[in-house]
């Protein structure tokens, strides 16, 4: 069974400062990670995916993340955090030669909440 | 390009009703998906098509729930009869290729359903 865990219901961040939100995995084999964002009355939008290679993922709206296999870590990062970031974000696995299917598990999200 | 459309975008009914939902995929996308996300918590896999075929249905309550995909394109999501449980968003997603684990799975803005 794969699962994913976001340890923080919510973070709280001053406009400018940088932005973490956590998330940890449990997976047999590898993974492939996700970060979607989710803002009211909308669908989740894509933000970032790692398959393989570089640790550290770039992604949509200047967010970026590192996969970190030894911690099962997959951390979303943004240097400089913008109000119109506050939103939930979850982070999603998928396990690496799923010979069937593209079975997403989703953590619980994470709300970000950028104050002025 | 046109992204993932869903109506209705809310719906009210009563406890022992019968509901449905429509999903139309970004054009020429293979495979489609359905996931009912619950307040407070991640999406959840119901059921996923790739093409008019099912791939997983493992997770969808198959004693109320149904889900065709007739002609590979849209598809709809019915529950029958409807429990005070179900109140949730139900959102589609779709991706490009056949099922693989990599593929990023883009979503629709989702049904808002309360069962009274």
């Known amino acids: 069974a794969q699962s994913v865990a976001q340890p923080e219901d919510q973070v709280n961040v001053a406009e400018g400062n940088p932005l973490t939100v956590k998330c940890t995995y449990s997976?047999?084999?590898?993974?492939?990670l996700f970060w979607y964002v989710q803002y009211p009355n909308r669908g989740l939008q894509f933000l970032l995916k790692?398959?393989?290679?570089?640790?550290l993922v770039k992604g949509s709206y200047g967010f970026e993340a590192e996969f970190n296999k030894s911690q099962t870590s997959f951390h979303l990062k943004k240097p400089s955090a913008l109000v119109s970031d506050s939103a939930l974000y979850f982070c999603?696995?998928?396990?690496?030669?799923?010979?069937?299917?593209?079975?997403?598990?989703f953590g619980g999200g994470t709300r970000v909440l950028v104050k002025p | 390009e046109a992204g993932v459309a869903q109506s209705p975008r809310y719906k009210i009914i009563e406890k022992r009703q019968s509901v449905a939902f429509w999903c139309n995929p970004i054009?020429?996308?293979?495979?489609l998906y359905w996931y009912q996300q619950i307040l407070g918590q991640g999406p959840k896999l119901l059921i996923q098509?790739?093409?008019?075929?099912?791939?997983?249905d493992s997770q969808l309550p198959k004693d109320r729930f149904s889900a065709e995909r007739l002609k590979g394109v849209d598809s709809t999501l019915k529950i029958q009869p409807a429990k005070l449980e179900d109140s949730a968003v139900y959102l589609c997603a779709s991706s490009f290729r056949v099922a693989g684990p990599k593929e990023t799975q883009y979503f629709g803005p989702g049904t808002r359903l309360l069962v009274l």
């Open positions: 098509f790739q093409n008019n075929g099912v791939v997983d």
């Open positions: 790692y398959i393989t290679g570089d640790n």
């Open positions: 999603a696995v998928t396990r690496r030669g799923e010979a069937a299917g593209n079975k997403l598990t």
């Open positions: 054009s020429g996308h293979a495979t």
């Open positions: 997976v047999s084999g590898n993974p492939y």
